[in-house]
């Protein structure tokens, strides 16, 4: 079952969504009372009964508020009043179609959805602890995440790229979308503070070494593993904060020899 995806950057568009549509209601709003205001003042001037002052003030406003209602119980009218209210019906009308053109689709936009999405995925953040981050689902972030589930843990993903995140989302773990080496908020949104591991798989030398950076100096007691290209930049990434490195080359050296060996043995 696919999870909701928290997007860093995203929210900030959604939240400049809503108040422009909450700013676009009060216009409307606004212009509805000052119609309203216009005509009950406009129904009182042209009230040439012999009502008392009072009595032509509370018919005029009753008068619009019927309109605005589009109840139609209107007082008996003259004509000049009758022209005045077909006058104030057309402004209604263009305000009403000002309305919708305006408002419609602001609350639907896919800026807002996400907005509501990061909002249903703040409550799920927030309640993590000890969990385990891995930081790029390509192909051996997906193995690695893979293998962490099956392990029992619970595991955040964090990944920039749009298809990668929709794919650690489908296969059910929480992600968090966003840059976790330029921005600072993608690794306080994974809840950095509380997980108990980072395992770093992104391919990008300069990026591992500033997410362990950025780790490190807000969790200090995080495990962290990342792979390094060679020794002086695993012992680059050491001194960054990672607790273990894992040279590819060594590793598939290793690897290879181990798999001669067995195979000269046979």
């Known amino acids: ?80 009043e009758k022209l005045f209210m077909m006058a104030t ?17 602001f609350l639907s936009s896919d800026a807002v959805i996400t907005r509501r999405e990061n909002k249903n995925m703040e409550h799920k953040l927030d309640r993590l602890a000890n969990h385990v981050i891995v930081v790029g689902f390509g192909t051996l972030g997906k193995l690695v995440a893979g293998r962490l589930q099956e392990a029992g843990e619970q595991v955040v993903v964090i990944d920039r790229a749009d298809d990668l995140s929709v794919l650690a989302s489908s296969l059910g773990y929480l992600v968090v979308q966003g840059d976790a080496g330029a921005d600072d908020a993608v690794l306080d949104h994974a809840r950095i503070e509380q997980a108990k591991a980072l395992v770093v798989t992104t ?29 002086p930049r695993g012992a680059l990434l050491h001194c960054a904060g990672a607790s273990e490195v894992v040279i590819m080359d060594d590793l598939i050296a290793g690897a290879l020899v181990d798999r001669l060996s067995k195979a000269t043995k046979v």
Not at 38 to 65: Q, T, Y
Not at 211 to 230: D, F, Q, Y
Request: net charge positive.
């Open 89 to 105: 019906m057309v402004a209604f009308l263009m305000i009403g179609g000002y309305a919708l053109s305006t408002l419609t689709g």
């Open 203 to 231: 391919e990008d030398q300069d990026r591992k070494l500033s997410i362990t950076l950025m780790a490190h100096s807000r969790n200090p007691r995080l495990k962290i593993a990342v792979t390094g290209a060679n020794s």
């Open 1 to 80: 079952m696919s999870m909701p995806i928290y997007r860093v950057l995203e929210p900030r568009l959604g939240d400049l969504h809503i108040r422009e549509w909450r700013r676009r209601v009060l216009h409307t709003v606004a212009l509805l009372l000052a119609t309203l205001a216009v005509c009950a003042i406009g129904m009182i001037a042209l009230d040439a009964s012999s009502h008392l002052f009072p009595e032509k003030v509370f018919r005029g406003f009753w008068n619009a508020l019927n309109l605005v209602t589009t109840l139609g119980d209107f007082t008996s009218l003259d004509q000049r």
